[in-house]
């Protein structure tokens, strides 16, 4: 699997570099602008690039751009954001219309090695992972007649993890049960939010998103 | 006080008016003309009603060299009035024809017509005696042309008989010809100028005092006259005397009608005492301009301020004021008091020419002047106290912003890294459980460190409304919010950002007030672009009647808006929930 990197601070980018080396992956580029991110991403065959939000020379929006930018160019490129803060708003941004194949984790991640492998690979394979604080900030969200207030604990827990894009497998090993009992939770809690059930992970990302949000 | 008037605004240089025994020889030089034209009519042996064309001439010659000579006294910036003075000499030399002896008399005949072109000349010159326009310009070189020029053409060919001494050949058909050439060239002339005369009224700029739109309209029937003149000429019209009579007494009427006008800049003064009247009742700065526009008849009038501590000229709202350049069409005159300068009128050029009115007035508004001058200078200090207030919050915000920044540069991204190398050292260290154990522990405590480093960094600058806008940022707001919050954005695209951090903290404090205080149950927050301001409104359903200790934040944030020239607003009756409206000027 072909990874690209841009991040401007050395140290972290031959970190994160080294760690996925390390773990399997093929790191083509290693980018310390956004302009050399996209050039980059036109010309090397990647499978995932790996964007640090804030990037010269403004260290503003230029990583959010390029990400945004390399999804719209190449819809088969998984893009994974880092940044030092997450902002409910910006994944908003970031999904905009589709959950496939995008990832937007605090970078305080990176140092938990197998989830954050974990979360390239399912970026890679056009799967999705959102910070857990993002998830959290929407499910805590003060709301009236709070419909989440319907659901069982064990409900919340698979709507937490179903919410930063873990598979169904991935959400019966965190919470060890078996796939099927992950299976009647989801369908469950589709029918108490009153949300349509839908095919795919990533798209069901996004509907809880959407729900959650509102 | 004085009124003084800069160089340019009179055109270049500022004339010195004649020395009277200059004036008073003119007076005589004219006299002694029209004697000698009297004389000469009399005396000749080809004139009919010598007495009669005498007087007509006369007629003419007198009042326009007599007015001329007034006009240069009262006017010596003005070229009118010498103007005029030749115009009245050029009549009594076309008389010279009228002489028995050849050589006076083939001189005058070379004269002839060029009373026409002067004529024309001048009533398009008025009223400072400069052709501005290039069509006047075409038209009075071509009236020359056609008066002098033809008329030597003529000559060569033999008109006049005898006593033309410059007769080549007699060619009479052919001089008839010219003749008809000369005279119908020159009455399309005169007619072109009576356009141009209309042109120029429209595009005047203010209404004309009534006594100079006589002069004009007398100006008009003269050239009229004479394009009738040349016409009857030409075509040899029995009422060609006649109406040479006519014209004659019409072009006379002119000075007349100037030197009224010239009488009547002294008269306009009465309207100064309206003035005087209107500035007892002491007006507001702000209706001293009509008072003003409205005695010196000029709706384009406006007022600028001398600001001695800026150097500089100012409204009455103190904002910065260049005065005309010399070339624009508009022309200032300088009130000064005590040696002072105190304010400037910039008004139309044409108020040029009634110097006493401009005087008169400024004199009257003197004080009244003074007044606006404090006022205008009082909002200009105001206005930098404004603008200081708001350079020492955006220098706090760059200062801010700055240290953000090294704190993500720098602390953040080596503690991640730092947390990321002892996660591959445990790995490495497989055999001994207490050691990752402890390497385990340090990562969490380092985790720990990012998570209050980020509010630190959060609490000097939220870094997402600089990178990604307010609406982004707000979204965060209202998730994390203490009640359930309807945001509504109605903005688009990017703000200065100094705006999208100030609305930013209004409804980040709002929203945590509400929090601490307001027992509210849910609350809106609307932002949203009206007339060119940022409008933020953060309204709960709480019991109101915020307490001064949620004051102090407050204070903070309308210090914040008012810095922006923004203005922050509270309504917080007891029981009636609390609405907070910050309205800050978007450009």
């Not at chain 1, 905009?96 to 492998?117: N, P, T, W």
Request: glycine share 8%; with cysteine; hydrophobic share 50%.
């Amino acid at each position: 699997m072909r990874l690209a990197i841009a991040e401007d601070s050395v140290l972290l980018r031959e970190g994160v570099a080294r760690l996925l080396g390390d773990a399997g992956f093929d790191v083509v580029a290693q980018c310390g602008t956004a302009e050399e991110l996209l050039l980059k991403a036109n010309s090397y065959e990647i499978d995932v690039a790996i964007v640090d939000i804030r990037l010269p020379p403004t260290h503003n929006d230029e990583g959010l751009r390029a990400a945004l930018e390399i999804r719209a160019n190449h819809p088969d490129v998984g893009v994974l954001v880092l940044s030092q803060y997450v902002e409910v708003g910006l994944a908003m941004k970031l999904l905009a219309d589709s959950a496939e194949g995008v990832g937007y984790l605090l970078k305080d991640r990176i140092s938990d090695v197998e989830q954050f492998v974990a979360a390239v690979r399912r970026v890679a394979a056009g799967g999705s992972a959102l910070d857990p604080i993002i998830v959290s900030t929407l499910l805590a969200r003060r709301r009236d007649d709070d419909p989440l207030a319907a659901l069982t604990p064990r409900e919340h827990d698979v709507l937490e993890l179903m919410a930063t894009g873990s598979s169904n497998q991935g959400i019966a090993d965190a919470l060890v049960i078996t796939l099927r009992a992950v299976e009647k939770y989801v369908s469950s809690i589709f029918g108490k939010l009153g949300l349509p059930s839908t095919g795919s992970e990533s798209r069901r990302v996004l509907a809880v998103l959407m729900f959650l949000r509102s | 006080m004085a009124a003084s008037v800069p160089p340019w605004s009179a055109g270049p240089g500022v004339a010195r008016a004649p020395e009277l025994p200059v004036l008073w020889a003119g007076a005589l030089a004219g006299c002694a003309a029209a004697a000698v034209s009297v004389q000469l009519a009399l005396a000749s042996d080809h004139v009919a009603e010598p007495g009669l064309q005498a007087a007509l001439l006369d007629w003419i010659t007198l009042p326009y060299v007599l007015a001329g000579l007034v006009a240069w006294w009262r006017r010596p910036d003005s070229r009118f009035g010498p103007l005029m003075v030749t115009a009245g000499f050029v009549m009594f030399l076309s008389s010279l024809q009228w002489a028995n002896a050849p050589a006076p008399s083939t001189l005058g005949l070379a004269f002839d017509l060029l009373p026409v072109a002067v004529f024309v000349h001048l009533f398009l010159a008025f009223p400072d005696g400069r052709l501005t326009s290039r069509p006047a310009r075409v038209v009075v070189g071509a009236g020359y042309a056609a008066a002098v020029g033809l008329q030597f053409v003529k000559m060569l060919l033999g008109v006049g008989g005898p006593d033309n001494l410059l007769a080549a050949v007699a060619e009479p058909a052919a001089a008839d010809i010219v003749q008809d050439v000369q005279l119908i060239t020159l009455a399309a002339l005169a007619l072109t100028g009576i356009l141009l005369l209309a042109v120029r009224r429209r595009r005047f700029g203010r209404p004309l005092r009534r006594s100079i739109s006589l002069l004009v309209d007398s100006f008009a029937l003269g050239l009229v006259m004479i394009a009738a003149l040349m016409l009857a000429g030409a075509f040899e019209l029995p009422a060609f005397e006649t109406i040479r009579r006519v014209t004659f007494g019409v072009i006379g009427v002119a000075p007349v009608a100037f030197l009224i006008g010239l009488m009547d800049a002294r008269l306009a003064r009465s309207g100064v005492g309206v003035l005087f009247v209107e500035l007892q009742a002491d007006p507001p700065p702000g209706a001293l301009r009509d008072a003003l526009a409205r005695a010196l008849r000029d709706e384009s009038l406006t007022l600028a301020y001398w600001l001695p501590e800026f150097e500089r000229w100012a409204d009455l709202d103190g904002r910065p004021v260049e005065l005309p350049a010399p070339d624009s069409g508009r022309a200032t005159t300088l009130i000064d008091l005590n040696g002072a300068h105190v304010a400037a009128l910039l008004h139309h050029r044409s108020l040029d020419d009634e110097r006493e009115l401009l005087d008169a007035v400024s004199a009257a508004a003197g004080m009244a002047l003074e007044n606006g001058r404090l006022h205008a200078e009082l909002k200009a200090r105001l206005e930098e106290l404004r603008g200081s207030r708001s350079r020492v919050i955006e220098a706090g915000q760059k200062e801010r912003q700055r240290l953000e920044r090294n704190l993500h540069d720098g602390a953040q991204q080596r503690l991640v890294a730092l947390s990321l190398d002892l996660r591959l050292l445990e790995a490495r260290l497989s055999g001994d459980p207490d050691a990752r154990a402890g390497l385990d522990q340090a990562r969490q405590e380092i985790a720990l460190s990012l998570e209050e480093l980020r509010a630190v960094a959060r609490g000097i600058h939220p870094a997402v409304v600089t990178g990604h806008g307010l609406a982004v940022a707000v979204e965060s707001l209202a998730a994390r919010a203490p009640v359930p919050v309807r945001l509504t954005v109605a903005v688009d695209g990017r703000l200065p950002e100094r705006l999208e951090v100030a609305a930013y903290y209004v409804i980040c404090e709002s929203l945590a007030n509400i929090g601490k205080h307001a027992h509210a149950t849910s609350a809106t927050v609307d932002i949203a672009r009206k007339k060119g301001d940022l409008v933020v409104e953060i309204v709960d359903d709480g019991i109101g009647g915020a307490d001064s200790e949620r004051g102090t934040g407050l204070r903070g944030l309308a210090d914040r808006v008012e810095g922006l020239g923004g203005r922050l607003r509270v309504w917080t009756p007891r029981g009636g929930g609390t609405r907070v409206r910050a309205e800050m000027p978007c450009d």
